[in-house]
């Protein structure tokens, strides 16, 4: 579905100089099962001042095998993470301003014998970097302590150190990236209403209030901790900038439910601005031609966003 949704994106009429990282032949197979028909050329590495609809520049990854719609190969997977390298070195060495990155199959890398838990844990790796991950909307911008844990690890890793590490980036990315002086991070509680002072889990009371008291008198903005069945009502959003939560499935319904092909995965941390589409592979949909792009239009326009908004003094 990958390069169906990138075929889309190079026929939009987006102002931005756009470099697909990927197999030329099958970008054109992608191109032809959508109906378009795309001016493909290689990239020089010179800026592109102008980019007509359906003109897009490749960096040539070849496949390792023939491509089946819907069936990943793992004979591919040394293409996929070949492509990420590329992406990943062109943005440090400063050949790209920004890597947007559609869905995966990770379980086609792995099958190949290679260990690959997601793009953002790679693209950490390689740029010896820590992370944190952020799925934003227009209305909504929401992070995460802890990412893809089972729920009944999640109180044993948020601890002092965890929990000031991924503030710390949650700020700095806001200043950075979103041109926000000073930041509000609201903090869910772990635990139902917070804790309940005590009552309904003592996370709360041990371990969150006094690393919050601690980094407030270092200056940042902190609210909470705060229920989390309370936190998203209307009447909090204009308080904070930003949501931590403690757990993957504590923030992330309530953000795709309502803007599901408008949120953006937004990995904070990196020496460079990635932004991803929030869903997976659809395989039933690839080859078909009808696979939705708008979220990986939505993380491009961010991505376009953020690269403007960290030129600006």
Do not use: W
């Amino acid at each position: 579905m990958g390069p169906e949704l990138v075929a889309r994106l190079a026929a939009s009429d987006l102002a931005a100089d756009l470099v697909a990282v990927t197999d030329r032949d099958l970008l054109k197979r992608a191109a032809t099962a959508c109906g378009l028909s795309l001016d493909i050329t290689d990239d020089t590495g010179e800026p592109l001042t102008h980019r007509e609809p359906g003109q897009v520049r490749i960096r040539h990854v070849p496949l390792g095998a023939p491509e089946h719609p819907g069936h990943p190969d793992p004979r591919n997977a040394v293409h996929v993470l070949a492509m990420l390298a590329l992406a990943a070195d062109g943005c440090m060495s400063g050949d790209f301003d920004a890597v947007v990155t559609g869905p995966v199959q990770k379980s086609s890398i792995n099958d190949a014998g290679i260990p690959f838990s997601g793009h953002t844990e790679f693209f950490a790796g390689r740029a010896g970097a820590e992370v944190v991950m952020m799925l934003a909307s227009p209305e909504l911008r929401v992070t995460l302590a802890t990412t893809h844990l089972p729920l009944a690890a999640v109180p044993a890793a948020i601890t002092p150190a965890l929990l000031e590490r991924t503030l710390g980036i949650v700020e700095a990315s806001l200043k950075r990236l979103f041109g926000l002086r000073q930041p509000r991070i609201a903090v869910l509680g772990l635990n139902p209403h917070a804790g309940e002072d005590g009552h309904m889990g003592r996370e709360e009371l041990d371990t969150i209030i006094p690393l919050l008291d601690r980094l407030r008198v270092g200056g940042m903005t902190l609210i909470g901790p705060l229920p989390a069945d309370t936190a998203f009502v209307p009447a909090m959003r204009p308080h904070y900038d930003a949501v931590l939560a403690m757990y993957h499935d504590q923030a992330l319904p309530v953000l795709k439910s309502e803007a599901f092909d408008r949120t953006v995965n937004v990995t904070l941390g990196l020496p460079y601005i990635r932004t991803s589409v929030d869903h997976g592979t659809a395989l039933d949909l690839a080859g078909t031609g009808r696979a939705d792009p708008s979220s990986l239009f939505a993380a491009t326009r961010l991505a376009i966003e953020l690269t403007r908004q960290r030129a600006t003094p």
